[in-house]
Nanobody, 126 residues
């Protein structure tokens, strides 16, 4: 199983980025997918999650209204559209697949995730 995260980069505050997470080696469409991030010197934290069907999404409070998670199961890809970026959004962003199939709601607990991508770095300058 491989998860490939991409789309990170350097952007000014107020700008936008779209992250992608493409999976191979598993039946991607039956698992929820989460995005997590880790800022320098801090623990990894939950950002957003989408259910296997795409019908359910959830976000951490600090990104609600600015970030949108979506998925295209035909392309084995989940996206994270990030708008109105702030310096505090800086970090390495990781995608991960839920270890449980067909969950109607996603999880914010990293222990519920089985496979992780390598991360893509996002830097927001002020």
């Amino acid at each position: 199983v491989q998860l490939q995260a991409s789309g990170g980069g350097l952007v000014q505050a107020g700008g936008s980025l779209r992250l992608s997470c493409t999976a191979s080696g598993l039946t991607f469409g039956i698992y929820g997918v989460g995005w997590f991030r880790q800022a320098p010197g801090k623990e990894r934290e939950f950002v957003a999650v989408i259910s296997w069907s795409g019908d359910s999404t959830a976000y951490t409070g600090s990104v609600k209204g600015r970030f949108t998670i979506s998925r295209d199961n035909a392309k084995n890809t989940v996206y994270l559209q990030m708008n109105s970026l702030k310096p505090e959004d800086t970090g390495v962003y990781y995608c991960a697949t839920d270890r449980r199939a067909f969950q109607t709601t996603g999880s914010s607990d990293p222990h519920d995730y089985a496979f992780w991508g390598q991360g893509t770095e996002v830097t927001v300058s002020s």
